[in-house]
């Protein structure tokens, strides 16, 4: 578990997607968009061909969501084929996604002025709500563990 996602990917909260894709292709990654890729998904990454394809029909925010997710993907080598490892995968890139793409500063700032409002939240940041989600998720098991040190010290 990495807790500097942004140590490996240079993706910033403030990226555009189209500085993203660029960011991309310096590492090589092929980037593509198509439709209706299938399974819900808003985005795959294959290493066969060491490609991220980004569901087309969404908008600009759940593609630029997507690709920093798939670019974590890659960034660890998680085929989408692995289907053993992908839970756990999973949630390693949603969590690294939310921390690289949310600003923690920004973020409390905004959740004071939408009183806790996780659509207005995401709308504030550019994100998507479920990365809302997935980063208040990271801030209540942080949260559990200083309760926890506390009590035991
Ligand atoms: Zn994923």
């Given at each position: ?6 140590g ?20 090589n990654?092929n ?12 985005g ?30 890659w ?16 949630r ?45 998720y ?16």
């Amino acid at each position: 578990m990495s807790d500097d996602p942004g140590g490996r990917l240079k993706i910033t909260a403030h990226m555009t997607y189209g500085q993203m894709r660029k960011y991309a292709t310096s590492l090589n990654v092929n980037i593509a968009s198509a439709p209706n890729i299938g399974h819900g998904l808003a985005g795959v990454y294959d290493d066969a061909t060491n490609s991220i394809v980004v569901e087309r029909r969404m908008t600009y925010t759940q593609k630029r969501c997507a690709l920093a997710h798939e670019l974590v993907h890659w960034s660890h080598g998680d085929s989408f084929r692995d289907h053993v490892l992908h839970a756990k995968a999973e949630r390693r890139a949603r969590r690294e996604t939310a921390l690289m793409l949310i600003d923690p500063i920004e973020y409390a700032s905004a959740e004071s002025v939408y009183e806790g409002n996780i659509y207005d939240i995401a709308e504030g940041l550019d994100v998507t709500p479920q990365l809302i989600t997935d980063y208040q998720y990271l801030l209540d098991a942080k949260r559990s563990i200083i309760k926890n040190e506390r009590i035991r010290a």
